[in-house]
């Protein structure tokens, strides 16, 4: 167990090490100098670029400058945005928040309708359910999902008017943000419909981000059901006259969800580049919508550091669904 | 193809030719079939498209901007689909539109199947120290959001077709490598593999003509796959502006410029989405039916 833990562990140094290279090179393979973009249309004089440039690091050999980028991110620096002149660190962790409530709200959706609807389908294998569940969740599985944000935006927010286009939450209430998730803060604000508001905010955008994992949950849960309801203990159980919803929903279900528990770990990737979509089209101040103004605005020290932030939480996450599938299946550590 | 050997001991006359018997597996999925008719589909109309569309994808009818489609009131056969803001009319440019789905699906499968395959039959003959490497190289790039590193990736290299391509390949690839890999893993120490070497096969016979035949399978299955998400990416990059630039009629551009007139102008929006929506629907049942036909675990399951 103990070896199993630490061979992973040790995979992912230079997995991590090579993360960091490429987003480092990134920034110097972009075309055009970042010294001049930065200074814009005003332009400015040789000794003042020179004095950027030093500034910078970009004098020193590149070996040089990597190593200052990769001691740098040990100690949590980043860099600067060119933009805002903040440090990278700081504005990711601002916007965070925002992103993980979406994700985490479009993954509960995901899960609580996943679930149950790939079940009910193994449940009625061929029958009419099967194929109306399925056919449902291969559309949502091919759907383009910023289409998808279009027409419900036309449906409930043109047509019925029932939810806003845009934004976190309406203008008219203003609250520190002690934790930085809308639903919590608007509570604790204790101020007449902020909960309300955003919550009609969230609503639209998790949807859009929910509609992939959950087909793919769907299928998932669906097809490990059909393996696990063959198997002979489940013939046992029902042999023995139990309820077929407890065999069903009790027995085949616990061994069916080790593969979708993977499933859903591995869609942190997924999420995170479907709340790039998401965000964009509903104007969610997230790291999505943050990283694409960042790559239309050329931002290159906040495009280089949010592709390392984001590769190594997918990282993290990744490797915990790994160790926590080898502490749920015995079979997997040998490898 | 495990049972090849045991075949040819008895006569066979009633065995059909393999695309016979993969012919007749994959029909038994209705879903398979249907998608393989709209997909064929499809196809026919991107390739008739010059001689199908009523008028020139990018040519502007000033008088006729923002028609709805001709089931409604305002609407004319002149633009069945009716027109975008700029007055083009909008079955002509879905049609045009379709050959460059189509072709980009084509280019990225082959571009990144091509290199991950060769790169997984390296890797899977290779000694430890380069397998290594390589996979790891693998897992850096499958540690970023797909969609992210191509977007990343098409903000360097420049916002065109060309590139967002190129992107979309080099993200899809190492599903590939792994693919190959570990197909060649599990061949590798079969008894048909080592007499092919005992025969005195080179490693370029064993690699490309004795093994990749047997770990084909899952890789077919697999072009299917990135072959939708090839489409469905390059719709989205086109959508955030950094895949095919304007008047382009790409189906994710067409979206993004009409993105505006969502509230007042449905059809604008609606076809190209719903067009990016049935094509990577029909691949995506194709798939399902490859996997039934060609995996033999789930055969007759």
């Not at chain 1, 869609?267 to 790559?295: N, Q, R, Y």
């Not at chain 2, 030719?17 to 709209?38: C, D, H, K, P, S």
């Not at chain 2, 967002?164 to 490598?177: D, R």
């Not at chain 2, 719709?235 to 505006?260: D, H, I, K, S």
């Amino acid at each position: 167990m103990f070896r199993f833990f630490l061979t992973r562990l040790l995979t992912f140094v230079p997995t991590f090490i090579g993360v960091t290279l490429i987003s480092f090179a990134f920034i110097r393979v972009l075309p055009g100098d970042p010294i001049i973009v930065m200074a814009g249309e005003r332009g400015l004089s040789e000794a003042r670029y020179q004095e950027l440039r030093e500034q910078f690091g970009f004098d020193q050999p590149l070996i040089v400058q990597f190593w200052d980028y990769l001691t740098g991110i040990l100690h949590g620096n980043l860099g600067m945005s060119y933009v805002t002149k903040k440090p990278v660190w700081d504005e990711f962790f601002a916007l965070f928040p925002a992103t993980v409530e979406l994700s985490l709200c479009a993954i509960v959706i995901a899960i609580c309708l996943g679930i149950p609807a790939g079940v009910i389908a193994a449940v009625n294998r061929g029958k009419f359910f099967d194929r109306a569940l399925m056919s449902t969740a291969l559309v949502g599985y091919s759907m383009p999902i910023f289409w998808w944000a279009l027409l419900l935006i036309i449906v409930f927010s043109g047509n019925l008017g029932w939810t806003p286009v845009s934004g976190r939450i309406d203008l008219l209430y203003y609250f520190p943000d002690a934790t930085g998730f809308m639903l919590i803060d608007s509570l604790l604000s204790g101020q007449k419909g902020a909960f309300a508001s955003a919550v009609e905010h969230l609503i639209l955008p998790s949807i859009v981000l929910a509609t992939i994992p959950l087909a793919v949950i769907a299928r998932q849960t669906r097809s490990a059901m059909l393996e696990v309801l063959g198997e002979d203990y489940i013939r046992t159980a029902r042999a023995k006259g139990l309820a077929p919803i407890r065999v069903s929903g009790l027995h085949a279900l616990r061994n069916a969800l080790i593969p979708v528990v993977t499933v859903i770990g591995l869609s942190v990737g997924v999420l995170l580049a479907g709340a790039i979509l998401t965000e964009t089209i509903f104007s969610w101040p997230g790291i999505g919508k943050w990283m694409v103004d960042s790559i239309y605005r050329r931002d290159y020290p906040v495009v280089q550091g949010g592709l390392l932030l984001i590769a190594g939480m997918v990282m993290i996450v990744n490797l915990i669904v790994d160790l926590l599938y080898g502490v749920i299946n015995p079979k997997i550590r040998k490898r | 193809m495990a049972d090849a050997t045991a075949d040819a001991t008895r006569p066979a006359p009633e065995r059909p030719g393999r695309l016979q018997e993969f012919w007749r597996y994959f029909r038994e999925n209705r879903g398979a079939v249907i998608g393989l008719y709209v997909f064929a589909f499809f196809v026919l109309l991107a390739i008739g498209a010059n001689v199908i569309a009523p008028h020139d994808p990018t040519q502007q009818f000033r008088d006729h901007t923002l028609l709805p489609p001709f089931w409604t009131a305002e609407g004319s056969w002149r633009f069945p689909l009716g027109t975008d803001p700029l007055g083009r009319d909008i079955l002509s440019r879905l049609l045009y539109g379709a050959r460059y789905s189509f072709f980009v699906g084509l280019v990225v499968v082959v571009l990144a199947a091509s290199t991950g395959i060769l790169i997984g039959l390296v890797a899977g003959f290779a000694p430890k120290w380069l397998d290594t490497v390589i996979m790891r190289l693998m897992d850096i790039i499958l540690s970023f959001p797909s969609l992210l590193l191509a977007l990343v990736l098409v903000a360097i290299l420049g916002p065109t077709l060309l590139n967002a391509m190129i992107a979309i390949a080099v993200v899809l690839q190492p599903h590939y490598v792994r693919l190959t890999r570990a197909a060649v893993m599990s061949e590798r120490t079969r008894d048909y593999v080592t007499s092919a070497k005992v025969a005195g096969a080179g490693l370029g016979r064993l690699m490309f003509i004795t093994v990749l035949p047997n770990c084909l399978a899952p890789i077919i299955v697999q072009m299917a796959l990135s072959f939708s998400n090839a489409i469905l990416d390059v719709a989205a990059l086109g959508f955030l502006g950094m895949g095919a630039q304007p008047p382009t009629p790409e189906w994710g551009t067409m979206l993004a410029e009409a993105r505006e007139f969502i509230l007042r102008a449905w059809w604008v929006v609606t076809f190209p989405g719903l067009a990016i929506l049935i094509t990577v629907l029909s691949i995506n049942l194709m798939g399902d039916g490859l996997r039934d036909a060609l995996d033999p675990k789930l055969k007759r399951s």
